[in-house]
């Protein structure tokens, strides 16, 4: 069996507590998520994005505490979220650095099941930052993100939120050649981003999707202006692929949950807008991906054929 640990938008930062966010308390929490993580024993801890809250020394700061965690035997797999690019542009280029990452910060890596040789897995990570405002380095930079929005439409036709970004053309085009090395190689995928894509609204307790929740309606995040401006485009890739078993984000600080097209998409809880605390521990099998939430984490089963 293949486990690892998922925590998602610690957010620290050295300040105080806004609309409902505690920033300083973030610090806390992730260090009692690092040490039940350590004490597991895992492949590995995925951390899904947005690990600071604005300003370089918050960024330096939770950049030592990841370092703690690795002393301590974590393996990290890091995820860019909008929130760590909260820095100096000329800071920028670091930030890849930092969290073991080459620009333009997306990649993937396999994992394989020592006990079982059918367990095979293939992580795809994204970064839906890519075209964006925020993590622009340069003018020319941000006249394309600016381009880029303006393609887009949100379902009631206003433009999407500038906190969110796009999936580049090139890198929709290596997603795609991923997922068909993958299959050849008949290797389950779960795919992973910032940003979340798809939800059943049963699963969602925010005031935005209260009336899709009644109705119990599909909730397309990139229509809500909550996702990757040109999430449509992600997910028609998807569904071309049946390697595809999972698709993990954070971003949505409440957490959400849906199966589409036979693909368990799960948003984790934010630590740094949840009490007592939110993390995670996954298991894969090779028909299986089961999502063990720890203190007010959801928690998950989907079978799949």
Known sequence: MIKFAVIADVQYGDLDDSIGRSYRQSLSKYLLAAGEIAAENVDFALQLGDASQEHWNNHLAIKELFKVGEKAGIKWRHVLGNHDFLVSDKRKPRLYKDFGLKKPGYYDFEVKDPENPSNNWRFIVLNGNEISSYAAETPEEKDLAEKERARWKLADGSLPATWNGSVSPKQLHWLENKLKKASEQKENVIVCSHFPLFANSKSMDGKR??????????????????????????????????????????????????????VAHVTFKGIVETNPNAFAFVELTPNSIIVDGREAQSSHQFDFA
């Open 209 to 262: 999707t209260k009336a899709a929740s009644l109705l119990n309606l599909d909730v397309y995040y990139s229509d809500m202006g909550i996702s990757t401006w040109n999430g449509r485009e992600v997910l028609e890739i998807l569904d071309r692929y049946p390697c595809v078993k999972g698709y993990f984000a954070g971003h949505l600080h409440e957490g959400s949950y849906g199966v589409r097209n036979n």
